[in-house]
C-alpha cells in the first residue's frame, strides 16, 4: 500500500475502533477516537521511514520493530496504540499489495499473500477498506473475548516488574 492507503487505514481504524472501546457513541466514544486516532497514525506510518534509509519493506517492517514498538507502554508508560498503527500498517503490506515485506529482516525473504493489488491499482482503496473492516473486526474479538485493548498499561506493566 501506499502512503495514502496506510493514513486511509488508520483514520478508518481509529474511528472503528474508538466505538469498540467507547460503544455509546457520544462525546465519551468521540473523545477514545481523538484519544487513540494520533498515535495509530503516527504508527500506521511509521514503518515508511525506511524509504529514507535502510531498505523499504524490510528494515522497519519486521517482527522486531514491531515488538519494540508493543514494548514501549510496558517499560516506559507511552506510545499507547502506536503498535496497532505498526501492524496494522504490515497487514496492509501483506494482505492489500503484491510486494510484502520482509518480516524475519535481516533475512531478505519477502511475505505476501496472493490476494494484494499493486498499489497504483484502482482498487487499492477499496482493498484497504475491506482489510480495514476485518483489522476492527478481529480487534473487536480480541477486546471483547481475549483481553480489552484499552487497559492500565502502567498497571499492567508495574505486575510484571517493568517500567522506568
Do not use: C
Not at 26 to 46: R, Y
Amino acid at each position: 500500500m501506499n502512503k495514502k492507503g496506510h493514513v486511509l487505514n488508520a483514520i478508518l481504524l481509529s474511528i472503528g475502533l474508538g466505538y469498540v472501546l467507547e460503544p455509546s457513541g457520544d462525546v465519551a466514544t468521540f473523545e477514545k477516537i481523538a484519544q487513540i486516532s494520533v498515535p495509530i497514525v503516527l504508527g500506521a506510518l511509521f514503518p515508511d521511514v525506511d524509504t529514507a534509509f535502510g531498505k523499504h519493506r524490510k528494515t522497519l517492517h519486521n517482527l522486531a520493530v514491531l515488538g519494540i514498538v508493543a514494548a514501549y507502554p510496558l517499560v516506559f508508560n507511552n506510545l499507547h496504540f502506536v503498535w496497532i498503527g505498526v501492524v496494522t500498517h504490515y497487514i496492509l503490506d501483506l494482505m492489500g499489495s503484491k510486494r510484502g515485506i520482509a518480516l524475519f529482516y535481516p533475512w531478505d525473504k519477502e511475505f505476501a499473500l496472493p490476494i494484494g493489488v499493486a498499489t497504483s491499482s484502482k482498487y487499492a482503496d477499496l482493498v484497504t477498506v475491506i482489510i480495514t473492516a476485518f483489522e476492527v473486526a478481529a480487534f473487536a474479538a480480541v477486546h471483547f473475548y481475549v483481553v480489552s485493548l484499552d487497559i492500565n498499561v502502567a498497571a499492567l506493566a508495574a505486575a510484571f516488574g517493568f517500567g522506568v
